[in-house]
């Protein structure tokens, strides 16, 4: 799957990339017509622990999944993020084999 990540106000190293990469790959395994996704990191200016957003957009045939997440981590963050696309999907899934 094709996966664009973004970090914004701060560059990412190799390692987070490739976990990305890794879990977004995964998500093929619950919807195997996944177009491609993009993955926004973001480091909000805050005292707060809880700074690292991630936005995660699934592309899917006639349809798109945006999930937002706010965590301490960014791999927490993003773990969070596939597990709510994973749900998003299966629900899809369920959907269309129910009109068939």
Same mark, same amino acid.
């Given at each position: 799957?094709?996966?664009?990540?973004?970090?914004?106000?701060?560059?990412?190293?190799?390692?987070?990339?490739?976990?990305?990469?890794?879990?977004?790959?995964?998500?093929?395994?619950?919807?195997?017509?996944?177009?491609?996704?993009? +993955?926004?990191?973001?480091?909000?200016?805050?005292?707060?622990?809880?700074?690292?957003?991630?936005?995660?957009?699934?592309?899917?045939?006639?349809?798109?999944? +945006?999930?937002?997440?706010?965590?301490?981590?960014?791999?927490?963050?993003?773990?969070?993020?596939?597990?709510?696309?994973?749900?998003?999907? +299966?629900?899809?899934?369920?959907?269309?084999?129910?009109?068939?």
């Amino acid at each position: 799957m094709k996966v664009n990540t973004q970090s914004v106000n701060f560059d990412a190293d190799a390692k987070l990339i490739s976990f990305i990469q890794t879990r977004m790959d995964k998500l093929e395994q619950f919807y195997d017509k996944v177009i491609s996704s993009d +993955v926004y990191l973001k480091v909000e200016n805050t005292s707060a622990k809880e700074n690292k957003i991630v936005e995660i957009k699934v592309n899917i045939p006639r349809d798109k999944f +945006v999930v937002k997440k706010q965590c301490k981590s960014f791999e927490e963050a993003i773990d969070s993020a596939c597990n709510s696309i994973e749900r998003k999907l +299966v629900k899809k899934k369920e959907k269309m084999r129910s009109y068939v």
